[in-house]
C-alpha cells in the first residue's frame, strides 16, 4: 500500500482515505503519523511552495484539508496544462496588468485568482493555520506527480454561492466544501499528465481536521 502524501516535520493527525477508483466510495480514519522532508528545498523551491501555500492560505484557509488540498491541486494542475504559464508563482500571480513607475500592477480584480488583487492586505493574519497549509504546500509540490488527484484533473473552481458566466464552457467535477471545480473539455496538458494519475495505488494520506 502506496502512501502518496505525507506531513513533514511535525506530528499531527492525520486523514488516510481510501479511494479504489471513484472519490465517493471512500473509508476514513484517524491516525498519528511522523515524516521528515530529508533534503532541503532549493532557493526556487522555496519560492514556488510560498506562492502555492499563500494561494491555498487565501483562497481556502476557511474549508477543509481536503479542500484546501484540491486548490492546491488546480494550481499545480494549470502549472503542467498548456493553457496556463509554466511555474507556480506565475499561475498565482497571473493577472491583467498596467504600468506604474516602470512597474507592470496587476489592475484590481482582474488576476485569475482574486485575493491577488482585490485591493485587500495579503498579511497572513492567522500564523496556526498558515503553518500547516505550508507544510501541506510542500508536500503536495514535491509529491504532485504521485499524489491521487481528488479534482479529477480540475483547472478551474468557484464558490458555490456564484454562478460565473465561463462555467458552461467546461466541465464539472466535483464539488468539495464550498467549491466546485471543473476541468477543460480536451483536458489540455504539457506533459500529458493523467487526471486520474494515482489511481493505481489506493492510499491518500492528508493532513486533516476529519470534515470533508
Known sequence: MKVLFLTATLTVSVLLVLVPNILYNKTAYIDDIKTEIKKPLTQYQVKQVNCLAKNIYFESSNQSDLGKLAVGLVTLNRVYSDKFPNTVCQVVKQAKFHQWSNSDIPIKNQCQFSWYCDGR????????????????????????????????????????????????????????????????????????????????????????????
Open 121 to 212: 492586505s495579503d498579511n497572513i493574519r492567522d500564523s496556526v493555520t498558515y503553518a500547516k497549509i505550508y507544510n501541506i504546500a510542500t508536500q503536495l509540490y514535491l509529491n504532485y506527480h504521485t499524489t491521487y488527484d481528488i479534482t479529477n484533473g480540475s483547472l478551474w473552481y468557484h464558490a458555490d454561492y456564484v454562478s460565473p458566466y465561463w462555467k458552461k464552457a467546461v466541465d464539472r467535477t466535483v464539488k468539495i466544501g464550498q467549491h466546485i471545480f471543473y476541468k477543460d473539455k480536451d483536458n489540455g496538458r504539457k506533459n500529458k499528465v493523467s487526471s486520474n494519475r494515482g489511481a493505481e495505488t489506493s492510499t491518500l494520506v492528508l493532513l486533516a481536521d476529519g470534515r470533508y
